[in-house]
């Protein structure tokens, strides 16, 4: 399983969505009507899965799938 289909999957679980709706372009809280508290969640859920830390000025620039995709695939293991 590649990151962004792992990633798809958490948001999927998490938001409660289809994960056929979740592209790399999609706008997480756009799109899925996430709010600060879900990507706070989000956040928690990669650290755990990944074993990685996303401090809290990369955050706000994790706004699409795409971005998600790209921070973890640059820092883990």
Not at 36 to 46: G, N
Request: net charge negative; hydrophobic share 45%; no cysteine.
């Amino acid at each position: 399983m590649d990151t962004f289909e792992k990633i798809r999957a958490l948001l999927a679980e998490q938001l409660d969505i289809d994960p056929a709706k979740i592209t790399m372009d999609s706008d997480i809280m756009g799109d899925f009507e996430a709010d600060s508290l879900d990507i706070v969640d989000m956040v928690m859920t990669l650290e755990d899965e990944f074993g990685i830390e996303v401090p809290d000025d990369a955050i706000e620039n994790l706004r699409t799938v795409g971005d998600v995709v790209k921070f973890v695939d640059s820092h883990k293991g």
